[in-house]
């Protein structure tokens, strides 16, 4: 159980487009979901945390234009990367939890995003 | 100031060779302790949490155990498959999402 599932698992796009990343809890529901990037050999930095039918609560420093996050359901939360440059270039990763605030939080397989 | 500190920062062992990995945390008032293991190009793969001083929880060759500063996540008889990046969390304040520590890459080596 407790299985999140993100897609694509990597993607290559040019400057200055965008690309979608999709996050999906598959055998329960998310009460919360979150969004991290890491860069190699650091440690996962936390973007963003979105509960269904809410805006987004953004960390302090990431662009809450540039990363469009939406939480249209308990089971599905997508990140959008608007205008890419290279410097967004990272590994993304999502991250879902369902009940108390204070529980386990499960992750994605990652996403790995090249901008060229 | 971090509220997690992962030591040692790389750890190569024998396999074999039983070992621990640190982890000091600062937030007053825990309310949880969690361990993840990374493998290279995925996403972190839950293994424990911890509550309350003095719990310990194991898993195959892995245990974990908590006191009021610090958690422990013991590696008996390691081998090669244990090779990983292993992270330590605990909750922010506010929506409580994970804070983690910059982890610990473990390899065994053969």
């Known amino acids: 159980g407790a299985v999140v599932s993100q897609h694509p698992s990597w993607v290559i796009c040019k400057s200055g487009t965008s690309v979608k990343i999709e996050c999906r809890s598959l055998d329960f529901q998310a009460t919360t979901m979150f969004w991290y990037r890491q860069f190699p050999k650091q440690s996962l930095m936390l973007m963003a945390t979105s509960n269904e039918g809410s805006k987004a609560t953004y960390e302090q420093g990431v662009e809450k234009d540039k990363f469009l996050i939406n939480h249209a359901s308990l089971t599905l939360s997508t990140l959008t990367v608007t205008s890419a440059h290279p410097e967004d270039s990272s590994f993304y990763i999502c991250s879902a939890r369902f009940g108390t605030p204070v529980s386990e939080q499960y992750f994605g397989p990652g996403t790995r995003l090249t901008v060229t | 100031e971090d509220q997690v500190t992962q030591s040692p920062e790389a750890l190569r062992l024998q396999e074999g060779e039983s070992s621990s990995l640190n982890c000091s945390y600062t937030v007053s008032g825990l309310r949880g302790l969690f361990w993840y293991r990374q493998d290279p190009g995925k996403g972190p793969e839950f293994l424990f949490t911890?509550?309350?001083a003095g719990e310990e929880k194991e898993k195959e060759r892995l245990k974990a155990t908590l006191t009021k500063k610090e958690s422990f996540l013991h590696i008996t008889a390691p081998k090669p498959e244990d090779s990983a990046t292993y992270l330590c969390?605990?909750?922010?304040?506010?929506?409580?999402?994970?804070?983690f520590g910059k982890g610990t890459r473990l390899s065994v080596i053969a």
């Open positions: 969390a605990v909750p922010d304040s506010g929506n409580t999402p994970l804070v």
């Open positions: 911890l509550y309350s």
